[in-house]
């Protein structure tokens, strides 16, 4: 197989959340390579990391997150891809901390105090991680101090904000104040089911969305500017 | 037959109470403490909602135990008291529905994925077993597993339910309309596919519960009724979809827009109907005389 085949196989896999091997689905690619093998293969063959990353990983995620974007996937769906992802990762973790490869920057994501849904941050989690971004994930049940803490030990990252309860959305218009109290020029996302874009903009939040394919978007033209 | 049915059969719609969780904060729970902490130390206003529901007229009232499985009250280190605390759900309710109502006892999601490693299948078995085994001694007239999305945690859930309780197990999913204009659960599944699941597990009433106003319910069983006519079907709708009112979110739909749609949603095919986010007795109030 030559090296255009083997990156079109490896974007299959992330988009059908086929991991390795051992991964059972999807049915028709049972027993076959998953994206951990395909990934060993590129790299033996020559392939450098930046085309797996660009040409077949960010890619395979994107049409997945797009699938998700019209209703046509859905949670597991994503939440398989991104292992899928993470598994051809592994590989490439050297090349990322010997700098060969960059990311595309840092994005910490968390949900709010109070708050201890996970679902909907790991979905964002996973179609951000996917197009290039580092995650730094604070998990859930995340205060002010904690946000913080995470933007000084990462400067210049961006932040994203979760909540899925009408009681527990209040918390963010706090953390937003206490981050722009300490740092400027923070790009600041929110999203959950009880979000709306009028909240977004009263707590002072820079970014709604409840499709994490935007906001995987938005964060790429915070880069451009 | 079971109790539900047998109520059914003889008032032949049956109206179940409105929310819970917005409820306990009106009463002064604080967003980061735990809802079912509440049977243990204020019973006594978790009993004034029970009743306010019994009040306004349902046939049925649920029990303060929807994150009553050890998965979601590990976090506020109360997993250990799993039992104890649906029991006293259980026997809350009870005592406020006197001896015309019956007690659904309720059981959410433990918000922890199977198909991702997360959990295992005994652990679930036995986490919600644990549950079911506390709500029934404590007094439920049957058991509702509601805000379900994914078929297998559902599954294992009806599964607990029938292996634990001799009583009859009802079994609702949540259901958003997606961006290609299908009813479905964030985890891909369809009403009928629910439907099918919980038909062949023994569920003895399916349904639909939250994400959706009145409108979007009504289209649901209708999906169900195209496919099953004869299962019993019971749905608790939202008070409209949420709207943002200076910076709070609220359900907007009042007790006066919400009870004449009901009607539609019987006509629908639904035998129970009540309420779920945003709801307040005196949705449940107007529901009733609109459909009795």
């Known amino acids: 197989?030559?090296?255009?085949?083997?990156?079109?196989?490896?974007?299959?896999?992330?988009e059908k959340g086929k991991a390795d091997r051992a991964t059972p689905i999807p049915p028709e690619m049972k027993d076959m390579e998953g994206a951990s093998e395909l990934t060993v293969q590129l790299l033996n063959a020559g392939t450098s990391p930046e085309d797996i990353l660009n040409r077949a990983l960010i890619p395979g995620m994107k049409r997945i997150g797009d699938q998700y974007s019209r209703g046509t996937a859905f949670v597991p769906h994503l939440l398989l891809s991104a292992r899928a992802m993470n598994q051809a990762i592994v590989h490439l973790k050297p090349y990322f901390d010997s700098g060969e490869i960059e990311s595309k920057g840092i994005f910490i994501i968390g949900t709010v105090k109070g708050d201890l849904h996970d679902i909907g941050k790991n979905l964002v989690k996973a179609i951000v991680g996917g197009s290039g971004w580092e995650v730094v994930d604070l998990g859930t049940d995340v205060s002010s101090d904690r946000f913080i803490r995470a933007l000084e030990e990462n400067p210049g990252a961006s932040v994203g904000l979760s909540a899925l309860l009408t009681t527990t959305m209040v918390n963010m218009e706090q953390i937003v104040k206490d981050i722009r109290a300490r740092f400027t020029g923070v790009k600041i996302l929110v999203g959950g089911a009880p979000l709306t874009e009028a909240f977004?903009?009263?707590?002072?939040?820079?970014?709604?969305?409840?499709?994490?394919q935007q906001a995987a978007i938005y964060l790429d033209t915070t880069k451009q500017l | 037959m079971g109790k539900i049915i047998d109520l059914l059969n003889a008032r032949n719609i049956l109206v179940s109470d409105g929310a819970w969780g917005t409820f306990i904060h009106q009463k002064g729970l604080q967003p980061d403490a735990c809802p079912e902490s509440w049977n243990l130390e204020r019973p006594g206003a978790i009993y004034e909602i029970a009743l306010s529901y019994v009040e306004a007229g349902a046939d049925l009232i649920l029990t303060n135990s929807f994150g009553g499985n050890p998965f979601k009250l590990m976090p506020y280190g109360l997993d250990g008291r799993v039992y104890e605390i649906n029991r006293a759900a259980s026997e809350i309710s009870r005592r406020a529905a006197g001896d015309s109502v019956l007690v659904l006892g309720s059981v959410g999601p433990t918000g922890k994925m199977l198909m991702m490693g997360e959990v295992t299948e005994e652990e679930l078995f036995n986490g919600f077993t644990e549950q079911i085994r506390g709500l029934c001694d404590g007094g439920a007239d049957a058991i509702l597993i509601e805000t379900m999305s994914d078929l297998e945690e559902a599954r294992v859930a009806v599964r607990a339910a029938k292996q634990v309780a001799k009583l009859e197990v009802i079994c609702t999913f949540t259901f958003t309309l997606t961006p290609a204009k299908e009813y479905r659960t964030m985890m891909g599944i369809s009403p009928v596919e629910a439907v099918e699941m919980l038909i062949a597990e023994g569920a003895d009433i399916v349904g639909a519960n939250c994400g959706n106003g009145t409108a979007g319910m009504i289209e649901i069983v209708k999906e169900i009724r195209s496919v099953y006519t004869n299962i019993p079907v019971l749905v608790h709708a939202n008070a409209g979809l949420p709207v943002l009112i200076d910076g709070i979110t609220v359900f907007p739909e009042t007790p006066e827009e919400m009870a004449p749609q009901m009607r539609d949603l019987v006509k629908a095919g639904a035998d129970i109907v009540g309420g779920c986010c945003g709801t307040t007795p005196e949705h449940i109030r107007r529901i009733v005389e609109m459909v009795k």
């Open chain 1, 1 to 14: 197989m030559n090296q255009e085949e083997l990156l079109n196989r490896l974007t299959t896999c992330v």
């Open chain 1, 200 to 212: 977004c903009k009263k707590i002072g939040a820079d970014y709604f969305t409840l499709d994490p």
